[in-house]
């Protein structure tokens, strides 16, 4: 488990509930054009529960009609029909986080609401340690990040990238929710059906966490109830793709190659999980669970600045990427007490000299 080891997972955790306080103390945050975007997204969050409850409606109106003619008050067939329905809407083809993540390709809100809470993460630094020596600070993210609007790392609003990114998207949504609904519809299969579901389990978490662990996983999935595990898997799944598109904003400025970035998140795959795991179950809560979402993507302003460097100058921005891959600071970062997330951390090999751009490592 080097990459998703449980300290990884609770880390990213603890950087939820800090990042997240750190965005709510931000004003501008709140500002009039990003209120007027809440209240578009209250009426996104009123669609989305009607869209989910017509077809239960539907049926719910069927089975009434049918009770006229069959007694069904001694039959469980229907309210296990009605629960399915909802089951599947909102655990596996996960209705609600599809619609909430396609807000980012109607309007750009999400990617100002990033780079603004971005600058606020800089300011409160530098007045956290307005009395330490300058020269000891870290360089600062907005800056630099807000000048990152080339070719190679265009913002992607919708008419900066055109349909290529929306299309990608729901790509990669039809795809997990195909694995998903799949999954769950052969585990309905006589015989073979209840061996599907800890399988599945086993292959998504085998590479992640290893094959012992993802073993132990297998053998819950034939003591646990089927919609225990369909909701884990989803959630796991869920939390990923949610990490990815709230990374958007980030991966936009940076020219970062496709298998870069999978190096990127492999490496920092246990905190990631641990940050988004807790919004994605969030998100679920009706109507305020789109409002969450730009809290969320404030949030991700602040683990940026804990697991990746300072971005240098457009100029010298060609080999950033590469040197991104892999999180050089990770093992002194996990260590940290969680105490210490936002104090000034000067490791003892910073005070002995050092090779010529050897990178300093310090957390705030």
């Known amino acids: 488990m080097p990459n998703f080891e449980p300290n990884a997972v609770i880390r990213g955790s603890q950087l939820t509930i800090v990042g997240t306080v750190r965005a709510l103390g931000n004003p501008d945050l709140f500002k009039y054009n ?27 109106l069927v089975l009434w009609s049918i009770s006229w003619a069959v007694d069904l008050e001694n039959a ?33 809100t999400l990617d100002e609401i990033f780079m603004e809470s971005l600058k606020w993460v800089d300011a409160t630094y530098v007045q956290k340690h307005k009395k330490d020596d300058p020269k000891n600070l870290r360089d600062m993210y907005y800056p630099n990040l807000s000048m990152y609007t080339s070719e190679e790392g265009k913002v ?26 799949g999954t769950y519809l052969f585990s309905l299969v006589p015989v073979v059906g209840p ?3 800890p399988a599945a389990s086993f292959y998504a978490f085998k590479s992640s966490v290893g094959t012992t662990p993802a073993a132990v ?7 646990l109830p089927k919609s225990y595990v369909v909701s884990f898997l989803h959630s796991y799944y869920a939390s990923r793709s949610l990490m990815r598109e ?12 496709h298998e ?35 809290v969320a993507q404030a949030s991700t302003a602040y683990l940026v600045t804990k697991i990746t460097d300072p971005p240098p100058s457009p100029a010298e921005k060609e080999r950033f990427a590469e040197t991104q891959t892999t ?15 936002d104090k000034l951390n000067v490791h003892e090999e910073d005070e002995k000299p050092k090779a010529p751009d050897t990178p300093s490592r310090r957390f705030s």
Do not use: C
């Open 34 to 60: 990003h209120f007027r975007q809440a209240l578009f997204a209250v009426a996104v969050g009123i669609a989305i529960q009607l869209i989910i409850q017509i077809p239960i409606i539907g049926v719910k």
């Open 327 to 341: 999180w050089t600071n990770k093992h002194d970062f996990l260590r940290l007490p969680f105490d210490s997330l």
């Open 246 to 257: 709230l990374l958007e904003p980030y991966f936009s400025r940076v020219p970062f190659t």
């Open 260 to 294: 870069q970035k999978k190096r990127w998140f492999a490496d920092r795959e246990g905190v990631l999980f641990g940050f988004a795991f807790a919004f994605t179950h969030v998100m679920k809560a009706p109507f305020i669970g789109v409002l969450l979402y730009g």
């Open 217 to 223: 996983i297998f053998g819950a999935g034939f003591i």
């Open 195 to 197: 061996f599907v579901m």
């Open 156 to 181: 992607r609003t919708p008419k900066a990238a055109g349909h290529a990114a929306f299309f990608m998207f729901l790509r990669r949504y039809g795809k997990r929710a195909g694995l998903l609904l």
């Open 76 to 108: 469980t067939w229907d309210d296990t029909l009605v629960e399915s329905l909802d089951f599947i809407s909102n655990s596996v083809l996960q209705v609600p986080f599809l619609l909430m993540t396609l807000m980012r390709y109607i309007t750009p």
